[in-house]
């Protein structure tokens, strides 16, 4: 039997090959980072300062703390989203318009918690602890709204913008959480702090990427 010839239509080339290594390469690092970012869902029932978790302060009576507890909920919607993009490389409509809704609220509510935060002061925070509470957060949701700004026309970030919303959000309430109650965290804290960790690298991994 002689053996078949190559087709040449069916043939990779090396760039082919480097294309598709990278972004199998690009898709794990995704995963990994959704994957990672996904303890944060254990952190809403664990204790984050004062033995109390995130979990518990969103329905207290007794203590303000549900506008800084309810943020916290986002990596259950965040971990299902990703996923859905990481494998679908898209997102519905319908999941879209969920992510964003659930993004706006709760990037209103950390709007709100700040400026709770300011008026409790009455007047300009006094020490670097105070400065940076404030700060953080507003850098953060800052960018935020800027980077979904300049990527509404842009069909590469389209499905990315959904997720990104709802993490810029959560990473701007756990930086305010996490500065202000510094010295007092608990394994929640921790747990929370590797979830920004996480989607800090995802964001400027997917925002550097050139394909």
């Known amino acids: 039997m002689t053996p078949k010839k190559p087709i040449p239509g069916k043939i990779k080339s090396p760039e082919s090959f480097s294309e598709s290594s990278d972004l199998r390469s690009w898709f794990m690092i995704q995963l990994v980072l959704t994957l990672t970012g996904a303890i944060g869902v254990a952190a809403i029932f664990l204790p984050f300062s004062w033995s109390i978790s995130p979990f518990s302060a969103a329905f207290m009576k007794d203590f303000d703390l549900w ?44 709007c709100f918690t700040l400026w709770g935060f300011v008026k409790n002061i009455g007047g300009w925070p006094t020490g670097a602890n105070e400065w940076l509470s404030l700060i953080s957060p507003f850098v953060t949701l800052a960018f935020g709204i800027y980077a979904m700004t300049i990527s509404l026309k842009s069909l590469k970030f389209k499905s990315f913008m959904a997720v990104f919303s709802m993490q810029v959000a959560y990473v701007a309430n756990c930086l305010l959480c996490l500065i202000s109650f510094f010295g007092e965290w608990q394994i929640g804290a921790y747990f929370c702090l590797i979830t920004v960790i996480a989607y800090f690298i995802q964001i400027i991994l997917v925002f550097a990427y050139k394909k």
């Open 67 to 110: 506008q800084i507890a309810w943020p916290a909920f986002l990596p259950l919607l965040i971990t299902v989203e990703s996923l859905r993009w990481i494998f679908a490389q898209t997102l519905s409509r319908t999941e879209v318009i969920i992510a964003h809704f659930a993004g706006a609220v709760n990037i209103a509510l950390v």
